[in-house]
């Protein structure tokens, strides 16, 4: 299974950009896909997730109101549309996914199976 992240970029404080997630040879049915960030010095920490099943999405309080997960089950793409950004947005954003059977999505890292690389995002 290998996920791809793309969409990163520098933007201005107050712009938007739109992360997506690329999933090849994933042969789970069900999944949560969650989108995940790290900036210098901190923790990672969850950001946002999906569960392909129904639709449902579950956020952090950073990304509530701004931030939104879509998916794409047909194309194996998951998306982060992320809406008055802010300098403390800068930060690696990864998407990852684990086999799921229902229920609201986790934040918790060791369900997360599959891990993508990253993609840089920087607000100034």
């Known amino acids: 299974v290998q996920l791809v992240e793309s969409g990163g970029g520098s933007v201005q404080a107050g712009g938007s950009l739109t992360l997506s997630c690329a999933v090849s040879?994933?042969?789970?049915?069900?999944?949560?896909g969650g989108w995940f960030r790290q900036a210098p010095g901190q923790e990672r920490e969850g950001v946002a997730a999906i569960y392909n099943g129904d639709g449902s999405a579950v956020y952090t309080d950073s990304a509530k109101g701004r931030f939104a997960i879509s998916q794409d089950n047909a194309r194996l793409m998951w998306y982060l549309q992320m809406n008055s950004l802010k300098p403390e947005d800068t930060a690696m954003y990864y998407c990852a996914l684990y086999e799921a059977y229902g229920g609201k999505c986790s934040f918790r890292e060791d369900f997360y199976d599959y891990w993508g690389p990253g993609t840089q995002v920087t607000v100034s």
């Open positions: 040879g994933l042969n789970l049915r069900r999944h949560c």
